[in-house]
Each structure stands twice: as structure tokens, then as C-alpha cells.
């Protein structure tokens, strides 16, 4: 079956601009987490859907940074008011459950701030 | 408390030789500790896991050492190949709070 697709694939964007990534997570899944990682740098959690619960913001770094999910399916980040310090390669991941259950991550979505 | 310190930053090994990967964590509420495997233009993939109930979990040429009393886990890679070039990344998480805390990664170069 299909894995998790993001889009788009590149992004690149002047300051100040909004932009929008996209996560189509694996069909069935019910757990979606999005992550940010910088240039050699590991992966830091930004948040997560489970359901139809309240989703985990603890770690979006500003509200600049929202994400929103429709049901158990497609799922937005969006990055208002970019900076060059939002440059990143932006990635999502499903997973079937809210248990402890393998995270299936996307290829990512690289974001380049100018 | 919430990091995961990951070593070396990056390992050149030949082929057939060990790779030997550390990573050390604090917070001791963490219980699932998986190893997940980057290629270049690629997510992560899972690699490896452990529960902190057992100490060591092999799976083919992948190994993981874990030691609870030193909050110390390690990634052994036996004979190691030039496909298994590519960045490692050790995690952690806490049952109940499903994010994934990572380690800074590891680049790994198999010399032929």
C-alpha cells in the first residue's frame, strides 16, 4: 500500500510570506505527528493528532506555526510570517494507533526561507 | 531531562567491521527506545526497538544494547555493508505521550 505522502516536495518562500505543507497519512492510520529538522540536526516533535482528541501542540516553537487534521486523514501545518529561521525539512508520520506503535514517516517537505 | 544524547556525530567503518552507536537518556520515565534509519532525500525509517525490560534485542545484522541502571542504549551493526551508509537517528518516548524525543544523529560511512 501507499505510504505517507507529503507535499509539496520543495518549498521555497520569501520572508514574511505564509505557506502551507501538506500530509496525506497512511490510509487507517489514526496517529499523525509532525516534526521539524534542521540542517544536520535530529528531529524535534512539533505535534500530534490522535483521533478525534485534542491534538499535542506542545511543540510548535511559535504561533506562527498551526496544524490542523480532518478526521483521520489529510493533515495542514501552516507557517505564517516565515523567517529564515523556519528553513527546514519539515516531516510527517502515521502510525496505526496511540499506542506505542512504529512511527511511518514521509519524505518531508524542504523548506527553504529566502 | 527530555534529550537524548546521541555519539559519535559521524563513524567511517570498513566493511565487515562493527558500528557501535551510543545514545544516553535521563529522563527515566522513557520505555520504548527505537532506532530509525535516514537516507538522503528520505524520512526515517524504523530500524530497531527495545522495551527497557529486556536488555539486548538482535534482528539479522542489527543489535541493540540497553542498559537501564546507566540509561545508556547502544545500536551494534555486525559486518557492516556500504548499504548501510546513511544517518542513524536513536528516540525516545514515554507510554501515554506518544512524541518521539530523537537523538542528534549519527552519519555513518561503510567504506568498501
Known amino acids: 500500500g501507499a505510504g505517507v505522502s507529503q507535499s509539496p516536495s520543495n518549498k521555497v518562500t520569501e520572508k514574511g510570506k505564509d505557506v502551507e505543507l501538506r500530509c496525506d497519512p497512511i490510509?487507517?492510520?489514526?496517529?499523525l505527528y509532525w516534526y521539524r529538522q534542521r540542517l544536520g540536526q535530529g528531529l524535534e516533535f512539533l505535534i500530534y493528532?490522535?483521533?478525534?482528541?485534542?491534538?499535542?501542540k506542545s511543540g510548535l516553537p511559535s504561533d506562527r506555526f498551526s496544524a490542523e487534521r480532518t478526521g483521520e486523514s489529510v493533515s495542514t501545518l501552516t507557517i505564517q510570517r516565515t523567517q529564515q529561521e523556519d528553513s527546514a525539512v519539515y516531516l510527517c508520520a502515521s502510525s496505526p494507533s496511540s499506542g506505542r506503535e512504529t512511527q511511518y514517516f514521509g519524505p518531508g517537505t524542504r523548506l527553504l526561507v529566502l | 531531562q527530555q534529550q537524548v544524547k546521541q555519539s559519535p556525530q559521524s563513524l567511517i567503518v570498513q566493511k565487515g567491521g562493527i558500528s557501535i552507536i551510543n545514545c544516553a537518556y535521563e529522563n527515566t520515565a522513557f520505555d520504548y527506545f527505537p532506532w530509525y534509519q535516514q537516507f538522503p532525500g528520505k524520512g526515517p525509517a524504523l530500524l530497531i526497538a527495545i522495551r527497557p525490560d529486556v536488555s539486548e534485542k538482535k534482528e539479522g545484522r542489527f543489535t541493540i544494547s540497553f542498559n537501564k541502571s546507566a540509561k545508556q542504549f547502544s545500536l551494534h551493526i555486525m559486518d557492516s555493508q556500504p548499504g548501510d551508509s546513511a544517518t542513524y537517528f536513536c528516540a525516545a518516548s514515554i507510554s501515554g505521550f506518544q512524541k518521539l524525543v530523537f537523538g542528534t544523529g549519527t552519519r555513518l560511512l561503510v567504506s568498501p
Open positions: 490510509s487507517g492510520h489514526t496517529a
Open positions: 493528532f490522535q483521533g478525534n482528541s485534542a491534538p499535542d
